[in-house]
């Protein structure tokens, strides 16, 4: 893109980096590029054929009578025709990193059909400080880890962010005093309130696909077991009734069903069961333990964590067929979370800073480390995508 010397940031830098983080598409190394064009008119799609390229996105960013603009074109190097062109407008070089997102999502959607997701947020827990020192910040991201916005700051834990189907709340776990409490914080208010801190277990809280439920951990009256709370009316349900620990309830995309984690058979493994109750059903056998459930989009699979020989990784479970294929390295790989599309997983690893973020395309084949604030970076969990 040729752009204006007042926007520093690279547009065309962004949108590539989203593209590739995908897993869907390979970018051609700008120093491999035979042509720099920034109009249709330029490009030689000859050029592009012969160095394998299918498509090729040029684009201009300069200045408007309200702020900025991106004009961009997608040309199909194959037919040599342009399939796409838009005018990206910004009010200000701030928002000038939505607008490279937008352009990504407007060409994934174009060439795969799907929508794109790369202007939808994350939300993670970020600790820094050591012992009475130490400080928990709840922080909401842009899908790449950069803007990152504290939203909430405690000197107790911060755990399980969960965002609300309409992206405007997040549900976590907090502490104070050492007792845990369930809360809903509205982003645009900043307003928090406490949903429910019974006796023991208040975790794992997660929305149901409609929004109008949250399922999650209590143990109150006996064993931590799975819950359901009717936001409107406040009423809850036991879901689930076993002398076990049943934990991490994650909802179908239909909100017909929630996984969760039990050691009911002994050692950590997936279940499933019908939100109107009956007899859970596994899912996981392979590995010593799998945790941390979370549906894909399609609802055909889980990403999870599973332990084996010594090592936590994250894993992709075809729920038709029940194999297991694992998309990371380890050793401690956790808290696993689908992007809206089903295409990448964001998770948290140990990098050499200590804890980290770190995405995986659904195939395994491409890893990124993701930028995030200081200190150890845990919990991500990736918004729906708002249309």
């Known amino acids: 893109f040729s752009q204006v010397p007042d926007v520093q940031l690279d547009i065309?830098?962004?949108?590539?980096?989203?593209?590739?983080?995908?897993?869907?598409?390979?970018?051609?190394?700008?120093?491999?590029?035979?042509?720099?064009?920034?109009?249709p008119a330029q490009v030689d799609a000859a050029t592009w054929r012969a160095q394998g390229i299918d498509n090729v996105v040029v684009g201009q960013v300069a200045r408007s009578d309200t702020g900025y603009f991106a004009r961009f074109f997608l040309i199909d190097s194959i037919s040599g025709q342009q399939i796409m062109g838009y005018d990206v407008p910004a009010r200000s070089i701030d928002q000038m990193r939505y607008v490279a997102h937008q352009i990504a999502d407007l060409i994934y959607e174009k060439l795969l059909g799907q929508p794109g997701y790369f202007n939808t947020k994350i939300a993670y827990v970020s600790a820094t400080g050591l012992s009475h020192q130490r400080t928990f910040q709840l922080i909401v991201a842009d899908s790449d880890g950069e803007n990152p916005r504290v939203v909430a700051t405690s000197r107790e834990p911060l755990m399980s962010p969960a965002w609300s189907p309409d992206r405007k709340q997040l549900a976590y776990v907090g502490y104070e005093r050492g007792r845990s409490a369930v809360y809903l914080h509205t982003l645009a208010t900043g307003e928090v309130k406490r949903l429910v801190s019974e006796r023991g277990i208040n975790g794992s809280p997660v929305f149901s696909p409609d929004g109008r439920y949250l399922a999650l951990t209590l143990s109150f009256e006996n064993n931590p077991d799975i819950y359901i709370i009717d936001l409107r009316s406040g009423t809850r349900r036991r879901l689930t009734d076993h002398y076990g620990i049943d934990t991490e309830p994650a909802w179908s995309p239909d909100g017909t069903k929630i996984a969760f984690t039990s050691d009911r058979g002994g050692q950590p493994q997936i279940y499933e069961i019908g939100i109107e109750g009956g007899d859970p059903r596994r899912l996981t056998f392979q590995g010593r333990?799998?945790?941390?459930?979370?549906?894909?989009?399609?609802?055909?699979?889980?990403?999870?964590?599973?332990?084996?020989?010594?090592?936590?990784?994250?894993?992709?479970?075809?729920?038709?067929?029940?194999?297991?294929?694992?998309?990371?390295?380890?050793?401690?790989?956790?808290?696993?979370?689908?992007?809206?599309?089903?295409?990448?997983?964001?998770?948290?690893?140990?990098?050499?800073?200590?804890?980290?973020?770190?995405?995986?395309?659904?195939?395994?084949?491409?890893?990124?480390?993701?930028?995030?604030?200081?200190?150890?970076?845990?919990?991500?969990?990736?918004?729906?995508?708002?249309?």
């Open 12 to 39: 065309a830098q962004v949108v590539e980096n989203d593209l590739v983080r995908s897993g869907r598409f390979r970018a051609l190394p700008r120093r491999d590029m035979l042509q720099r064009p920034n109009t």
């Open 289 to 387: 333990q799998n945790l941390r459930p979370s549906y894909s989009p399609d609802g055909r699979s889980l990403v999870l964590v599973n332990l084996e020989g010594g090592r936590y990784r994250i894993g992709l479970l075809d729920l038709a067929t029940g194999d297991m294929r694992l998309l990371s390295d380890g050793p401690l790989d956790e808290s696993p979370s689908f992007a809206p599309g089903g295409a990448v997983v964001i998770y948290a690893t140990q990098g050499a800073r200590g804890a980290e973020l770190a995405t995986v395309s659904v195939d395994g084949r491409v890893r990124q480390s993701l930028r995030q604030a200081s200190g150890d970076v845990r919990e991500p969990a990736w918004s729906p995508l708002i249309r």
